[in-house]
């Protein structure tokens, strides 16, 4: 297979199986970013700035959620991010006889 998958693109931030199903990999990075809330706060913002999450838009989500941990709220934010970049790298990467 070639193409980005969104395991391989999360995989620059964390160490996971690139085999991995969608809801496996937001239950890893469910706990990833709780650890990193309690344990490592720089890493984490480093990781969001690198991954060109809109830091307002998380902040306002984290305020107004409820029911959901704040690992899960960035997960999704962090997730949906990262999809949409795979959606625009795999749009211009592609051949373009398709």
Known sequence: MSGMSLAK???K???LPEEI???QLRSALVRAFEYL???DFPKLVQILYRADVDQDKLKKLLE???NASSGEIIADAYLARQKA???IWNKYSKPSSE
């Open 85 to 87: 970049k795979l959606e």
């Open 37 to 39: 809330v309690e344990d």
């Open 64 to 66: 107004s959620t409820e």
């Open 21 to 23: 199903s969608e809801a």
């Open 13 to 15: 931030d964390f160490e």
């Open 9 to 11: 693109m999360v995989g």
